[in-house]
């Protein structure tokens, strides 16, 4: 599950000017095939980021998970001071709260079909 409006929230954040959002989204698109220091590095040398907020971005995309993970998410302060990160939440805990109505929420855990990547693309 990607959602462009939890990523965005992370990006501000994160310290991403407005203006970035789109170009490092591009970047972090392509961790499904290439390294994190490959993507480090554009973020940095092509895209005008400092260091600091590349890896923050890192600390944050790296995450995996499911509802465990929208939980998490919740203790952030930072993230959960962003409206749109508290109603990005909201979404996904419905999504959540859909599968494991209809029974099927085991059924796409064990086959990784419905867990939460902090990319705007899925990463297998």
């Known amino acids: 599950v990607n959602h462009r409006k939890l990523l965005d929230a992370i990006f501000a954040v994160c310290g991403v000017p407005d203006s970035h959002f789109r170009p490092i989204s591009s970047s972090v698109d392509k961790l499904d095939k290439t390294p994190w220091s490959v993507v480090r590095n554009e973020m940095i040398h092509e895209k005008g980021l400092s260091p600091e907020v590349a890896d923050k971005i890192w600390s944050y995309v790296q995450m995996h998970g499911n509802a465990d993970l929208v939980d998490k998410l919740r203790t952030d302060a930072q993230l959960m ?16 709260r859909y599968l494991t109505l209809y029974g099927v929420m085991d059924k796409v855990k064990e086959k990784n079909h419905c867990r939460i990547i902090l990319t705007s ?4």
């Open 121 to 124: 693309k899925s990463i297998s």
């Open 81 to 96: 001071a962003l409206k749109s990160a508290s109603e990005a939440l909201n979404g996904l805990e419905v999504l959540f």
